[in-house]
Structure formats: C-alpha cells, structure tokens
C-alpha cells in the first residue's frame, strides 16, 4: 500500500475520495480551505464553491437526501453562518453519508474570533469525531460516513489548525464504490412544519441514545495505561500534546467526542490517581465529566483561550517545562523578528484607505485582505464584525447616531459581497439609507490564497462560468448611484469617494483592479530622486512595504516594488520617478 506525506485537509479529501464520496462544497476560509482544493483534483468527487457556507450546507444536504454521500467543508466562524440548516439537518437526517468537516482556529492564527464547534455538535446533537493526526483525518472520514448513514444523522469532524496544516505520513487506500441510494419521496422525515418536525425531535432524542451506547464499545475512543499516577483525557491535536508533554502518564483518547462514553470515562476516572482533561478553548469535556460526579482537573489550570502547548502541559501537571534547555539557547540566540500583516506591495486596497484616512470618514469594515486597512499607518477603519457586516453595520451607525450621516463609508470585497452583502445592501435602499458602499473588487477571493467566486467567471474545477457583474447587481438591488474606479487613479477615486460620500441617497463605488499577485502585467518600476526628495515622509503614510525608511534616507526597494505608481501621486515634490527615466 502506498504512504504518503499528506496534511491533515489534504488527507480528509482523500478520506472523502475513499469513501466514494461524490459531491462536496465549502466557501474557503483558513484553515479548512484546502479541503475542498484537494478534493476537486478527484475526477469522481464533484466539488464546487458555494458563495457561502449557508449554501454549501444546504447544497450537502439536498445532495446526501438524493442518495450520494456528500462532503461540506468550512471554518468555525462558517459555522455560525451554516448553523440554520444545521440544526433542521439532524432531524432530517441523511440518504447516502453526509460529513461537515470544521476547521477550528485556537489562538486565532487567521480569524476575527476564537470558538469551539465542539458546542455546535452537541446543540444540532449530531456526532463528533475528532482526529488527531493525518492519519486519523483520512480514516475518521471514512467512519464518519458509515457512522451517519447507520444512525441517519449528520457527523461533525472537528479539525484545529495545527491538524488541518501539519504533516504526516498516511496509508492510502482504494476508493469504494459506493452506489447512489435510491431516492425515496417522504414527506414526513423531510418537510420540518411543526406537525412532522414534533415527532422527529423524538427520533433525534433516540438516536442519542443509541451513539451513546455506540461511544463505549467503537475503537475510535480508547483508553491507553501506563502509569497510572496520572491519567488525562483528551482528543484531537491535545492528545499529540499530551503525548509529548507526558509520555509516562496514562490516557483516554476520544475520537469520538460527543456524545461522551460515560461508562468507559468512569472506568478510566476511577483507575488513576489524578484525573486532568486537557482540551483547547471551552471546558466541554470536563463540564459534562464534572457533572457524571467525577472529579477531574481542567480549566482552572489550563487557559480558556489559545492553544495549549506541550511546555504548558509539563509545567502545568509536573511542575517542570518540557525543553528548559531550548528555551535557554533560544534566549541565548535571540528571538526572531516579527513580521507585522501588511497588504501587499501595489495592493488596490491600499490607495482606497489612503483616501478614507484622508477625508476623515467613519469606515465600517469587513473580512478580507482589506482588513488590514485597520492598521497604521492607513488606520481607517473603525469597527470588523463578520463575514458581510460591513454594510448592514454601516446603515446601523447612519440610523443609530444622525450625526454620522453623510460621514459613513461601508468597505467589502468582491467574495465578501457575494457572501452575505447584498442583504445588506439591499437594506440600505429599502431602509433610505444614504451611506457609500465601497466593493473592493480584486477580482478573487484572495484573503484565503485566490480561490474562484461567483464574479470571476470560473468554477472550482477551473471551468468556464457565467461571471456575475456586481455594478447590474448593485442596480437591481435599487441602488441608483454605481460608478467604477480605478484604485490606481487616486486623484479620480478621491474625487469619487467626496462626491458619493455626500449624496442624499445610497450610492456604491466599484474600486475594481485585480490583485497585484494575480496582475502579471509588465511594469516599469520606480526609484527616489534624491537630490528632490524633502524627507516629508509623506509616501511613507501608504505603508507600502516597497517604500523604506533607513535613518534620514528614504528608498524604494526594487525587489518589492510592483510598479502601481500610487506613490508617484502621493508625492508633492516629484521625487519619485520611474526606473528607466522621468515619468510620463
């Protein structure tokens, strides 16, 4: 059999190959994006990009119920956006298999909050399996579909960043051939009005029962002696930490989660001296293994945010850090230097939040690539929410405070918009709103590394598509006041912005560049006349990392710059021209 070196999303799409899935979605976000990216590389998997996870659940849904196993992929934030059909989807149930597979982000490596999916499972009481390894990732997916179709429910798989991203070696195996179901009209297990949805509560409540029972006897949760002075309970990557953190101490690892093996934690409880869980994020565990009256240590020694490392466990538990050692040397060496988020060198974003800072306008921002905007020395944005909340939340301080009127800027990506903003938008107009909507369209969602979306004009598969406009989009909305800029003109958007900013009724501005990543388009680059730079530092203000401040001299670094030629706009004294010569 062959082994390969796989990540734990490249291993879960080959877990979802494996067992014969053949339709799966997701909308990409980090850490889970690379799921959906692997799994269309499988001719036999139909994979596509929904343009948010609300629709890639709902579409999972409606393909498993038409007898095909079915995959849905999204981060935990996604979750919040997908819980609506998730939670209907467990009385519904399944035909063929259908998995959600969960990205968590402790320590929020690239997300605006940190939450634990673990509670989604257990509120939507559906199964939860977490893996903890590659391994486990590709062969938990495989289970997790006999686990749905044998109980008719959905199953969570829980991933965490360091499982979605790490490496490890994995046995792969042939793909099933599992047939598509018979699709069978039934009304009652599938239309949730309150007289059909009464008694499939019941059925839910039952088959709880059942994937309790099924929790003490599956191999997927097990108990591991050594010494027994010690015994921990955890999953997923904890139990890697733990491992290392206490190879000498006894374990019970849970691979599936929820619901709890009650009788088997007892056991385990009452053969070991002291009882710890280590988990990351909520007390789920332990909460529900204090209340089966067991006493167990947990969350008052271990924090409640970020990740929780094998140091911390060892320090924790032994008193003692793991690598005293190498935390002397690297005191010794140093530490490495940070590396703060900045957008992009010639980034179209960059010049739209110039503009803002520069008219001293409220921005109300959202989740992408743009968020940076927030940072100096742009520094102009006021408030991130979620996913699309930048409109909405725009008309919020426009109604909320009549001083802010004629003050409001909504700022949103081309992906984001599609998402969840044209609700908004839509709102806006309804409501007789008057604030600016600006969609930074970068033609791609780049913020999770240039996935396709509704207005790119191709598929996840890279097939040709219909590309929505955003401008008609913008009009059919009732929004009479849509114009197009070009970020890279800054005298035409800053004139746009003043006089759109202004008007009495809803009006969007397109600032429409493709991303500087995905521009291949020759460019001449730039240089600092010396002899008429003033040492204003004015450039300086776009935060362009091209753009470089060494003592009293300023430079363009050559190897960064992309040739936009915003700075040359910025600069008041013409001291920045291009390489080969003066600028046109």
């Given at each position: ?193 309150p007289a059909f949805a009464r008694p499939r509560h ?41 491992r290392e953190a206490l190879p000498e101490a006894s ?306 670094d050559a190897s960064l710059c992309v040739g936009c ?20």
């Amino acid at each position: 059999m062959e082994r390969k070196l796989l990540s734990g999303n490249e291993a879960i799409a080959r877990g979802a190959y494996e067992a014969g899935v053949r339709f799966a979605s997701a909308y990409p976000g980090t850490p889970s994006t690379e799921v959906l990216e692997v799994a269309a590389t499988y001719e036999e998997i139909h994979a596509q990009w929904a343009p948010n996870e609300k629709v890639a659940l709902e579409e999972g849904i409606g393909a498993a119920l038409a007898g095909s196993r079915a995959l849905v992929a999204m981060k935990h934030v996604g979750v919040n956006v997908a819980a609506d059909p998730l939670m209907t989807a467990s009385y519904v149930g399944v035909n063929g298999g259908l998995v959600l597979v969960v990205a968590d982000d402790p320590g929020m490596h690239s997300s605006q909050n940190e939450q634990d999916s673990r509670q989604y499972a257990r509120f939507a009481k559906v199964p939860l399996l977490e893996p903890a390894d590659s391994q486990e990732a590709k062969d938990f997916v495989k289970i997790a579909y006999e686990i749905s179709e044998e109980f008719d429910t959905p199953v969570m798989l829980r991933s965490s960043t360091r499982i979605s991203h790490a490496q490890s070696l994995v046995t792969l195996a042939e793909r099933q051939d599992i047939p598509i179901r018979p699709y069978e009209k039934n009304l009652a297990k599938r239309v949730m009005m309150p007289a059909f949805a009464r008694p499939r509560h019941v059925a839910v409540e039952a088959r709880l029962e059942k994937l309790a029972a099924y929790a003490e006897n599956t191999p997927l949760n097990r108990i591991e002696w050594r010494d027994k002075k010690i015994g921990v309970i955890c999953a997923g990557i904890s139990y890697q930490q733990v491992r290392e953190a206490l190879p000498e101490a006894s374990v019970l690892k849970l691979g599936l989660s929820y619901p709890l093996p009650q009788r088997l934690i007892k056991e385990f409880a009452a053969g070991v001296e002291e009882l710890f869980v280590v988990e990351e994020l909520d007390p789920f565990f332990e909460e529900q293994i204090k209340a089966m009256g067991i006493k167990v240590r947990g969350k008052e020694l271990f924090p409640l945010t970020g990740e929780i490392h094998p140091n911390l466990i060892a320090q924790t538990i032994l008193g003692q850090p793991l690598a005293e050692k190498l935390e002397a040397q690297a005191r010794e060496e140093g530490t490495v230097p940070t590396r703060p988020p900045v957008l992009c060198p010639g980034c179209p974003h960059r010049s739209v939040f110039y503009a803002l800072k520069k008219q001293k306008l409220l921005v109300s921002g959202d989740i992408g690539c743009y968020t940076l905007g927030a940072l100096p020395p742009l520094d102009a944005m006021d408030s991130v929410i979620c996913m699309g909340a930048s409109i909405s939340a725009g008309l919020g301080y426009e109604k909320g405070n009549p001083d802010l009127k004629g003050k409001v800027v909504s700022v949103i990506g081309d992906s984001t918009f599609f998402h969840s903003g044209l609700t908004g938008l839509m709102d806006v107009v309804y409501n007789q709103g008057s604030t600016l909507t600006i969609i930074l369209d970068n033609r791609i969602t780049a913020m999770t590394g240039h996935q396709d979306n509704p207005g790119t004009g191709y598929t996840l598969k890279g097939e040709p598509t219909v590309a929505l406009a955003i401008g008609p989009i913008c009009k059919a909305l009732g929004v009479k006041r849509v114009r197009e800029v070009d970020p890279y003109d800054l005298p035409a958007l800053e004139a746009a912005i003043k006089e759109e900013v202004a008007a009495p009724e809803p009006s969007v501005i397109i600032a429409r560049r493709a991303c500087a990543l995905l521009d291949k388009s020759t460019k001449e680059l730039y240089i600092i006349d010396e002899e008429k730079c003033k040492r204003c530092n004015h450039c300086l203000r776009l935060g362009c990392p091209a753009i470089v401040k060494e003592e009293d001299r300023i430079t363009i670094d050559a190897s960064l710059c992309v040739g936009c030629g915003v700075c040359v706009q910025v600069c008041k004294f013409d001291a920045i021209v291009k390489a080969g010569g003066e600028n046109d």
